[in-house]
């Protein structure tokens, strides 16, 4: 009997034990929990405050877009009229007393219009690119294909004497703005037809892939220049260049209104390049 009671106070003695040990674990799981909860709700805090801090900042950064734009145009407009002034002037000095000039003052007044066609240039682009952010959307199905064959049909008259062999692949309809579209495969058209005049053989390939279940890819490709990949991202700048204007004319707006339009269209641009061997300039637009 003694042998049964020890054993029965042992077993009392083991259960005590573990109520302790589990006592002592709860206490420990609930003091896990509340630091846990504490550590979620000041991580959930710092997250809201960081995320209220970036839609402050995309606010500030979107109106200070728009006023930069307001800025462009406002500037741009009233720099036309007086440019346009110097312009003419600057010409008809050049017609009635160029005769009469001496080969230096020829070469000044030259100049003179020179810089003032250029700026013209300038302004006219900048315009042209305030107005591309400015303008609402039309949006419409568009279909790509005939409006690529469009836009090549009417640089044919341009190009009697270039070899150019040109591969169009099926293009899907997308919906989208059609002459803001039209602008972009205007461009990037332009670019390649540019970019390939040193080649007696020009190849231009325009196509399309669906790489996901959301957006179209589109490309223009090329034989022609190329261009370094280092600098690929300056190529969508405002009035970025990565050649000369001896080797090619231009004035480094196209890609700029190209990076525009796309990205009002919920797309974004890119491009893939090797110097010497040609460049693949993409835009993507949503399928939906």
């Given amino acids: 009997m003694n042998g049964l009671f020890q054993s029965s106070e042992s077993v009392e003695d083991t259960i005590r ?35 209220s801090e970036l839609e402050q900042k995309n606010a500030s950064l979107e109106y200070a877009n728009r006023e930069l734009e307001s800025f462009s145009y406002s500037v741009s407009h009233d720099l036309r009229a007086p440019l346009r002034h110097m312009l003419g002037f600057a010409q008809a000095l050049q017609d009635d007393c160029g005769p009469s000039l001496d080969d230096t003052a020829k070469q000044y007044l030259s100049s003179i ?9 300038l302004v006219e682009a900048l315009l042209a690119f305030a107005r591309t952010g400015q303008r609402p959307l039309k949006c419409t199905q568009v279909d790509h294909e005939p409006l690529v064959r469009q836009v090549i049909a009417e640089m044919q008259p341009d190009l009697a004497n270039r070899n150019i062999e ?13 002459l803001l579209l039209r602008q972009v495969w205007v461009n990037l058209i332009s670019n390649a037809v540019k970019y390939t005049r040193q080649k007696k053989h020009a190849r231009i390939e325009i196509g399309c892939t669906r790489r996901s279940s959301t957006d179209w890819e589109f490309f223009v490709r090329d034989n022609g220049a190329g261009f370094d990949m280092a600098h690929a991202e300056k190529l969508f700048g405002v009035f970025q260049r990565l050649h000369t204007r001896e080797e090619f004319e231009g004035i ?3 890609l700029a209104n190209v990076r525009r339009i796309i990205e009002r269209h919920g797309g974004r641009t890119w491009a893939k390049a090797e110097l010497g061997s040609g460049a693949t300039f993409y835009f993507s637009l949503p399928i939906e």
């Fill in 166 to 178: 040109w591969v169009i692949q099926s293009l899907p309809a997308a919906q989208g703005d059609i």
């Fill in 252 to 254: 480094g707006m196209g």
């Fill in 113 to 121: 219009v020179r810089a003032a066609r250029t700026m013209n240039e």
């Fill in 17 to 51: 034990v573990l109520q302790q040990e589990l006592a002592e674990t709860n206490r420990e799981v609930m003091a896990l929990t509340v630091e846990l909860e504490k550590r979620v709700e000041e991580r959930t805090a710092a997250l809201r405050a960081a995320q």
